[in-house]
């Protein structure tokens, strides 16, 4: 089993900017995947950054640019830089993990950003 622990949402002006962090902790050995997805409240959640464990990464367009995605492979962690942050991007931000077939969830992080 795999546990991933979030921290870093909050509340944020537009324009702004929140670093996500993620933990990975259990049985982490193995090639993986890691990434973030978000829920904005009536919509399904997106796949918004993923990255291997080589470090080759993706984005959903929403925030290409704008979003940064990093992991360190001995400390078990993957964090999203977030800047020029929108509105639209209030959700909740979730930690994935995914190995073989099978996938890990962290508990979410509320991110709000103000007009």
């Known amino acids: 089993q795999v546990q991933l622990v979030e921290s870093g949402g909050g509340l944020v002006q537009r324009g702004g900017s929140l670093r996500l962090s993620c933990t990975a902790s259990?049985?982490?050995?193995?090639?993986?995947?890691m990434g973030w997805y978000r829920q904005a409240p009536g919509k399904q959640r997106e796949l918004i950054a993923g990255?291997?464990?080589?470090?080759?990464?993706n984005y959903a367009d929403s925030v290409k640019g704008r979003f940064t995605i990093s992991r360190d492979n001995g400390k078990n962690t993957v964090d999203l830089q977030m800047n020029s942050l929108k509105p639209e991007d209030t959700a909740v931000y979730y930690c994935?993990?995914?190995?073989?077939?099978?996938?890990?969830w962290g508990q979410g992080t509320q991110v709000t950003v103000s007009s």
């Open positions: 994935n993990l995914a190995r073989g077939r099978s996938q890990y």
């Open positions: 259990g049985s982490t050995f193995g090639i993986n995947v």
């Open positions: 990255i291997t464990y080589g470090g080759s990464t």
